[in-house]
């Protein structure tokens, strides 16, 4: 089973950047799809970005649309996840997960998740 450890997070003001990085380990994610999920306190973990496995297609949330980028980089198993313009309400844990589609990722169940990155946006 793949294994994920997300990290990048910390705490910045309203209007900052941050990226966040998945870094996999147990088997290639060049065949997968890779997404960005959030959980904010007190809130339903939620989508936030999708890449498909050939890094052609992504796809957001409208709250992150125009402020977020996700990449990949097949070579070094990992994926990124580029945050410009952050506001407060961005504050959560930010998880990564993988799936075989881009539809998957965003709709499917998941039984493992990594430790997540915190992010904190300040005002």
């Known amino acids: 089973q793949v294994q994920l450890v997300e990290s990048g997070g910390g705490l910045v003001q309203a209007g900052g950047s941050l990226r966040l990085s998945c870094a996999a380990s147990?088997?290639?994610?060049?065949?997968?799809?890779m997404g960005w999920f959030r959980q904010a306190p007190g809130k339903e973990r939620e989508f936030v970005a999708v890449?498909?496995?050939?890094?052609?297609?992504?796809n957001y949330a409208d709250s992150v649309k125009g402020r977020f980028t996700i990449s990949r980089d097949d070579a070094k198993n990992t994926a990124y996840l580029q945050m410009n313009s952050l506001k407060p309400e961005d504050t959560a844990v930010y998880y990564c997960?993988?799936?075989?589609?881009?539809?998957?990722?965003?709709?499917?169940?998941?039984?493992?998740w990594g430790q997540g990155t915190q992010v904190t946006v300040s005002l």
């Open positions: 997960n993988t799936k075989r589609s881009m539809k998957e990722v965003i709709s499917g169940e998941y039984v493992y």
């Open positions: 147990g088997r290639s994610l060049s065949s997968y799809a």
């Open positions: 890449i498909n496995w050939s890094g052609s297609s992504e």
